[in-house]
């Protein structure tokens, strides 16, 4: 059983000066850092996970890094959940100070628990029927009572007013939660069940992290390698080891490595957040502009921190990024056209960044056609698997490739036929491509009987008078 909440709330010395709450108490908490949001017109962003990683660590750290905290819950307040705040403290943890944030419900303030052996991030895992009050375990229950199902999250994230972007992103790192409890304890993923506050606790987390992103203008974000800990969890299905097992999966074709720390750093929610969200293992070639500091609760040999770099290309004044890319490639002369789509589908969804069929003509004539993909170096053994699999073919090659591209960002814009998102890419500060979602303009099209074209020519009007103005 995991211990009551009321052990995990003196890790730190906190004066109500030191507290922001919205509604409750107000407080200056890195003022200086609030209402800057974007850092610069393609902003990045890296994870430093030298101790752990959790959803209210990558809150923290985004408020700290700039993301005002009366934004945020303007944001969250989109989402259908009454009744709950934010909280936001500033704390020392082995002399170095960070930004702290919790959920509010009423006046209590209901901090995730923990067991002696828990970071004090809060677990999120599949346990038993009994609960203690603040709890963000995921529950096996069968029944309202004891939580909402995966699918309850999910569509309440759905119905929330959010960007398209920042409800996509959630609820694919819910769905991540929920598939790797679901095969960990062997159940179908439809009865993966949330603990009614947990359930809170995770949706504020998962989506507050990835509308933080979205206020400070991250077009993409890195993340070390994760740290496994060691040690033991204690919850209703008994002692677990560390990592727990959904982490353990989440972890899988990861980078990972040894942190000699007893007790859990990263929950699954964070693992889920940095496996989704990030590249994991590398750190890119950037300018930090910023750098917020997120504060667990409790305390370890190395301070219980999560930081979060934030700035832009270091390449950005003009020259042209460059990168490493994999290319794989399989020749295909003996598999039905028809099964084309789904490999290619499946390779896109195992990381690949681009994926394309070109016809050729083989040996003794044959046509046939060779399918390509373009794929991050750290995911080329998932999408090298997956051609194996749904294919015909008998190997797949291989290439290093360097790349440049354009930096590239998104934005918003306004129509007569609702909001479309653009893609622009730059040379520097110079805008060379404009590029409106074909998805958003066709779906804007058949809401109202207008042509495709039509709506995207309005797009294009709507950016470039908005970046004339």
């Known amino acids: ?38 850092v610069t017109a393609v902003a990045i962003a890296f994870l430093d996970v ?51 944030v919790q959920v509010v419900a009423g006046e209590e303030i209901h901090p995730p628990c923990y067991s002696d052996d828990n970071n004090g991030h809060g677990h999120d895992h599949v346990h038993g029927h009994h609960h203690d009050h603040g709890e963000e375990h995921l529950t096996m229950a069968t029944s309202h009572t004891h939580g909402r199902s995966a699918d309850e999250v999910i569509e309440v994230i759905r119905r929330g007013q959010l960007s398209r972007s920042v409800t996509e992103k959630s609820v694919a790192v819910v769905e991540r939660i929920a598939m790797a409890e679901a095969q960990c304890h062997g159940v ?74 007893e007790g859990e750093t990263v929950t699954p929610t964070g693992a889920a957040m940095a496996v989704t969200l990030a590249q994991v293992g590398r750190y890119p070639s950037m300018k930090v502009l910023r750098t917020g500091w997120g504060a667990g609760q409790r305390d370890f040999p190395v301070p219980n921190l999560l930081r979060l770099f934030v700035g832009e290309p270091a390449s950005a004044g003009g020259e042209v990024p460059t990168e490493t890319i994999v290319l794989l490639e399989a020749n295909l002369d003996d598999m039905s056209p028809e099964h084309y789509a789904a490999a290619m589908d499946r390779a896109f969804a195992a990381g690949a960044v681009d994926v394309w069929a070109t016809p050729i003509q083989m040996k003794k004539n044959r046509p046939a056609f060779t399918i390509s993909a373009l794929v991050p170096p ?33 934005v918003t814009v306004a129509t007569a036929y609702g909001d479309i998102r653009v893609k622009v890419g730059r ?43």
């Not at 059983?1 to 509604?23: D, H, I, P």
């Not at 995770?202 to 993409?220: F, Q, S």
Request: glycine share 10%; proline share 5%.
């Open 1 to 38: 059983m995991l211990s009551s909440r009321s052990a995990g709330l003196n890790k730190a010395s906190v004066s109500r000066e030191q507290v922001e709450t919205f509604g409750l108490t107000k407080c200056p908490v890195r003022a200086s850092h609030h209402n800057r949001h974007k």
């Open 50 to 100: 030298f101790c752990g990683i959790s959803g209210d660590l990558l809150l923290g750290a985004l408020v700290d890094a700039g993301v005002d905290p009366a934004d945020m819950r303007a944001g969250l307040r989109g989402l259908p959940i009454p009744d709950w705040d934010l909280r936001v403290m500033e704390v020392r943890k082995s002399g170095l100070r960070g930004v702290q």
């Open 188 to 261: 179908p993923r439809s009865e993966v069940h949330f603990h009614e506050l947990g359930g809170l606790d995770t949706v504020i987390d998962v989506v507050g992290g990835v509308l933080g992103l979205e206020l400070l203008g991250i077009e993409r974000l890195y993340c070390s390698p994760l740290p496994v800990t060691h040690g033991y969890v204690d919850t209703a299905h008994g002692r677990l080891p560390v990592p727990a097992p959904a982490v353990a999966r989440l972890l899988e074709g990861v980078a990972t490595y040894g942190l000699d720390i």
């Open 378 to 410: 750290e995911e080329a053994d998932a999408v090298a698997r997956v051609l194996l699999r749904e294919t015909s073919s008998f190997g797949v090659r291989r290439q290093l490739l360097q790349r440049q591209c354009l930096q590239r960002q998104h």
């Open 427 to 469: 040379l520097g500060d110079e805008v060379t491509t404009v590029a409106p979602e074909y998805a958003d303009c066709l779906q804007a099209a058949e809401a109202h009987g207008v042509p495709v074209m039509r709506v995207h020519q309005l797009a294009l009007a709507a950016y470039w008078s908005r970046a004339d103005s």
